[in-house]
């Protein structure tokens, strides 16, 4: 009986990669989207999660609720009855894991150092890359274009300045 009382998350840090001879293009292994590992595309560091816990969890039961690890504590706190520490990035989802939709949800920042400074931010559905500090962010409506294909900072500056002011803090 001890199922009935222990969640299994399963997910990964990123998305797929190409060491030791592994040919992600082979299998299409990142899907529609764009970027492996170490991109800050979401085939890069956009991966499914399974949550698994009998009779809390409704079996076969799907979201599209946006989270990252760093909303892992927050969510394990509260399932807990704990509150979270102070100061935390993440925010909890357990409404995510029975069905609902967060009401709001901070945005989301990646960096990365290897080989560059990248950066990446995802702000509802707006996903905003640095390709290299002196270039321009792109922009991509996610919902619109999942593959980050057509870059639209420039018929959305509005969006892009929010965003650049949320990257320098």
């Known amino acids: 009986g001890i199922e009935k009382d222990t969640l299994v998350l399963f997910t990964s840090d990123n998305g797929v990669h190409k060491e030791g001879g592994i040919k992600p293009d082979f299998f299409k292994s990142s899907g529609p989207l764009r970027g492996i590992k170490r991109s800050m595309h979401d085939g890069g560091i956009r991966v499914p999660m399974i949550a698994w816990w009998p009779e809390r969890i409704a079996p076969g039961q799907t979201s599209g609720q946006v989270w990252a690890f760093w909303d892992f504590l927050p969510t394990a706190a509260e399932l807990a009855g704990a509150p979270a520490p102070a100061g935390l990035d993440g925010v909890s989802v357990v409404p995510a894991l029975f069905g609902e939709t967060l009401k709001e949800r901070p945005p989301l920042y990646w960096e990365f150092h290897e080989g560059g400074y990248f950066r990446a931010v995802r702000m509802g559905g707006w996903k905003a890359v640095s390709p290299d500090p ?24 509005e969006i892009v300045r929010e965003i650049e002011a949320f990257m320098a803090t």
Do not use: Q, T, V
């Open 134 to 157: 002196g270039e321009p962010l792109e922009l991509y409506d996610l919902a619109e274009d999942m593959g980050e294909e057509r870059n639209i900072a420039g018929e959305h500056p």
